[in-house]
Protein backbone atom coordinates (compact mmCIF):
# COMPACT_ATOMS: atom_id res chain seq x y z
CA UNK A 1 0.00 0.00 0.00
CA UNK A 2 1.62 3.22 -1.17
CA UNK A 3 1.49 6.05 1.55
CA UNK A 4 0.70 10.18 0.42
CA UNK A 5 3.21 11.96 0.33
CA UNK A 6 2.71 14.13 3.20
CA UNK A 7 1.94 10.39 5.14
CA UNK A 8 5.18 9.36 3.73
CA UNK A 9 7.29 12.30 5.43
CA UNK A 10 5.52 11.65 8.51
CA UNK A 11 6.22 8.36 8.89
CA UNK A 12 10.54 8.48 8.03
CA UNK A 13 10.19 11.68 9.85
CA UNK A 14 9.80 10.98 13.75
CA UNK A 15 12.84 10.66 15.87
CA UNK A 16 10.48 8.45 18.33
CA UNK A 17 9.46 5.25 16.82
CA UNK A 18 10.53 2.18 18.88
CA UNK A 19 11.43 0.36 15.93
CA UNK A 20 12.87 2.89 13.28
CA UNK A 21 14.25 0.27 11.48
CA UNK A 22 11.43 -1.74 11.19
CA UNK A 23 9.45 1.39 9.95
CA UNK A 24 12.14 2.28 7.56
CA UNK A 25 12.22 -1.13 5.95
CA UNK A 26 8.86 -1.02 4.92
CA UNK A 27 8.65 2.27 3.22
CA UNK A 28 12.10 1.92 1.64
CA UNK A 29 10.85 1.09 -1.75
CA UNK A 30 8.83 4.47 -1.91
CA UNK A 31 11.00 6.40 0.02
CA UNK A 32 14.25 5.30 -2.82
CA UNK A 33 11.40 6.56 -5.47
CA UNK A 34 10.46 9.69 -3.68
CA UNK A 35 14.03 10.59 -3.44
CA UNK A 36 14.75 10.64 -7.55
CA UNK A 37 11.76 12.69 -7.58
CA UNK A 38 12.61 16.05 -7.90
CA UNK A 39 8.42 16.83 -8.09
CA UNK A 40 7.94 14.73 -4.21
CA UNK A 41 7.37 16.27 -0.88
CA UNK A 42 10.51 14.50 0.43
CA UNK A 43 13.07 15.25 -2.09
CA UNK A 44 14.22 18.38 -0.66
CA UNK A 45 14.38 16.82 2.99
CA UNK A 46 17.18 14.67 1.38
CA UNK A 47 19.54 15.44 4.27
CA UNK A 48 17.14 14.88 7.02
CA UNK A 49 15.86 11.82 5.62
CA UNK A 50 20.27 10.87 5.53
CA UNK A 51 19.62 11.13 9.39
CA UNK A 52 16.49 8.92 9.79
CA UNK A 53 18.48 6.71 7.77
CA UNK A 54 21.44 6.62 10.33
CA UNK A 55 18.41 6.34 13.86
CA UNK A 56 17.46 3.20 11.40
CA UNK A 57 20.93 1.51 12.37
CA UNK A 58 20.18 -0.02 8.29
CA UNK A 59 24.21 -1.18 7.94
CA UNK A 60 23.27 -3.77 11.34
CA UNK A 61 20.15 -5.21 8.91
CA UNK A 62 20.55 -8.08 7.64
CA UNK A 63 23.11 -8.52 5.14
CA UNK A 64 21.24 -8.82 1.91
CA UNK A 65 19.52 -5.97 3.03
CA UNK A 66 22.24 -3.69 4.22
CA UNK A 67 24.02 -4.02 1.24
CA UNK A 68 20.82 -3.20 -1.07
CA UNK A 69 21.11 0.32 1.18
CA UNK A 70 24.88 0.96 0.13
CA UNK A 71 24.28 0.04 -3.19
CA UNK A 72 21.57 2.36 -3.82
CA UNK A 73 23.29 5.38 -1.70
CA UNK A 74 26.53 4.45 -3.94
CA UNK A 75 24.09 4.65 -7.19
CA UNK A 76 22.22 7.22 -6.73
CA UNK A 77 25.57 9.61 -5.20
CA UNK A 78 26.86 8.82 -8.52
CA UNK A 79 23.72 9.71 -10.81
CA UNK A 80 23.10 12.87 -8.63
CA UNK A 81 26.82 13.68 -9.93
CA UNK A 82 25.94 13.45 -13.20
CA UNK A 83 22.29 14.85 -13.30
CA UNK A 84 21.55 18.61 -13.22
CA UNK A 85 18.74 19.70 -10.71
CA UNK A 86 17.41 21.78 -8.81
CA UNK A 87 19.44 24.60 -6.78
CA UNK A 88 20.93 22.61 -4.04
CA UNK A 89 20.03 18.98 -4.97
CA UNK A 90 23.50 18.06 -4.77
CA UNK A 91 24.23 19.46 -1.49
CA UNK A 92 21.29 17.58 0.17
CA UNK A 93 22.52 14.19 -1.91
CA UNK A 94 25.70 14.33 -0.49
CA UNK A 95 24.71 15.42 3.04
CA UNK A 96 21.75 12.07 2.49
CA UNK A 97 24.66 9.88 2.16
CA UNK A 98 26.91 11.26 4.69
CA UNK A 99 24.66 11.17 7.33
CA UNK A 100 23.41 7.71 6.29
CA UNK A 101 26.78 6.14 5.87
CA UNK A 102 28.48 7.81 9.12
CA UNK A 103 31.73 8.70 6.21
CA UNK A 104 32.50 12.07 4.52
CA UNK A 105 35.58 11.27 2.60
CA UNK A 106 34.60 8.08 0.35
CA UNK A 107 31.82 10.29 -1.19
CA UNK A 108 34.00 13.01 -1.95
CA UNK A 109 36.84 10.61 -3.09
CA UNK A 110 33.88 9.28 -6.01
CA UNK A 111 33.25 13.28 -7.08
CA UNK A 112 36.80 13.57 -7.19
CA UNK A 113 37.30 10.17 -9.59
CA UNK A 114 34.40 11.54 -11.97
CA UNK A 115 35.47 13.16 -14.97
CA UNK A 116 32.06 14.64 -16.67
CA UNK A 117 31.33 18.31 -16.81
CA UNK A 118 27.54 18.17 -15.09
CA UNK A 119 30.02 17.24 -11.88
CA UNK A 120 31.89 20.12 -12.73
CA UNK A 121 29.01 22.28 -12.43
CA UNK A 122 27.81 20.57 -9.41
CA UNK A 123 30.76 21.46 -7.56
CA UNK A 124 30.84 24.70 -8.53
CA UNK A 125 27.11 25.31 -7.71
CA UNK A 126 28.14 23.32 -4.35
CA UNK A 127 30.53 25.73 -3.66
CA UNK A 128 28.15 28.28 -3.91
CA UNK A 129 25.74 27.24 -1.69
CA UNK A 130 27.95 25.86 1.07
CA UNK A 131 30.24 29.43 0.95
CA UNK A 132 28.62 31.23 3.72
CA UNK A 133 28.47 28.47 5.98
CA UNK A 134 32.03 27.60 5.60
CA UNK A 135 33.26 31.45 5.85
CA UNK A 136 31.47 30.74 9.22
CA UNK A 137 33.22 28.04 9.87
CA UNK A 138 30.10 25.60 10.20
CA UNK A 139 29.02 22.81 8.45
CA UNK A 140 26.42 23.52 5.41
CA UNK A 141 24.22 20.52 6.79
CA UNK A 142 22.90 19.46 9.81
CA UNK A 143 24.60 15.99 11.24
CA UNK A 144 24.05 14.23 14.92
CA UNK A 145 28.41 13.74 15.15
CA UNK A 146 31.82 14.81 14.68
CA UNK A 147 30.62 18.02 13.31
CA UNK A 148 34.19 19.43 13.33
CA UNK A 149 35.87 16.58 11.76
CA UNK A 150 33.46 16.61 8.72
CA UNK A 151 33.83 20.32 8.44
CA UNK A 152 37.84 19.86 8.00
CA UNK A 153 37.71 17.30 5.81
CA UNK A 154 34.96 19.44 3.42
CA UNK A 155 37.30 22.30 4.01
CA UNK A 156 40.47 20.42 2.84
CA UNK A 157 38.97 18.84 -0.12
CA UNK A 158 38.00 21.50 -1.56
CA UNK A 159 40.66 23.73 -1.13
CA UNK A 160 43.08 21.33 -2.24
CA UNK A 161 40.71 19.49 -4.83
CA UNK A 162 38.62 22.42 -6.50
CA UNK A 163 40.13 25.05 -7.85
CA UNK A 164 41.83 23.95 -10.55
CA UNK A 165 38.82 21.79 -11.47
CA UNK A 166 36.58 25.03 -11.24
CA UNK A 167 39.41 26.78 -13.40
CA UNK A 168 38.63 24.58 -16.53
CA UNK A 169 34.81 24.93 -16.01
CA UNK A 170 35.91 28.73 -16.37
CA UNK A 171 33.98 29.50 -12.92
CA UNK A 172 33.44 33.43 -11.95
CA UNK A 173 36.28 35.23 -10.46
CA UNK A 174 34.17 35.73 -7.22
CA UNK A 175 33.42 31.93 -6.55
CA UNK A 176 37.25 31.15 -6.72
CA UNK A 177 38.09 34.03 -4.47
CA UNK A 178 35.48 32.69 -1.77
CA UNK A 179 37.15 29.22 -2.32
CA UNK A 180 40.40 30.63 -1.67
CA UNK A 181 39.03 32.62 1.83
CA UNK A 182 37.77 29.08 2.94
CA UNK A 183 41.24 27.91 3.02
CA UNK A 184 42.28 30.51 5.30
CA UNK A 185 41.95 30.89 8.83
CA UNK A 186 41.62 33.65 11.96
CA UNK A 187 42.89 36.69 10.76
CA UNK A 188 44.21 35.77 7.12
CA UNK A 189 40.78 34.93 6.39
CA UNK A 190 39.16 38.24 8.14
CA UNK A 191 41.83 40.82 6.77
CA UNK A 192 42.29 39.72 3.52
CA UNK A 193 41.07 42.71 1.07
CA UNK A 194 38.88 40.09 -1.04
CA UNK A 195 36.51 39.48 2.08
CA UNK A 196 33.35 40.55 1.61
CA UNK A 197 33.31 42.45 4.50
CA UNK A 198 36.80 43.55 4.57
CA UNK A 199 37.22 47.74 4.57
CA UNK A 200 40.44 49.80 4.02
Not at 39 to 50: K, P, T, V
Not at 141 to 149: A, I, N, Q, V
Not at 166 to 182: E, F, M
Request: hydrophobic fraction near 40%; proline fraction near 6%; charge should be negative.
Amino acid sequence: MRLDPDLLRRTWQPSDWRDHGSVLRRILPQLAGALIDSRSESFGYRDDIGLSFARGNWQEWPREQAAAVREFLHAFWAHSLVTAGPVGHISLTLALCVEASGELSPWLGVWEALEHPMADRNLAEAVDTWDYDLLADELPWSTWYDKDEKLAVLTTWLTRHAPARLRTHNAPDDLLQRLRLIGLTGPARWHDPHWPGYSY
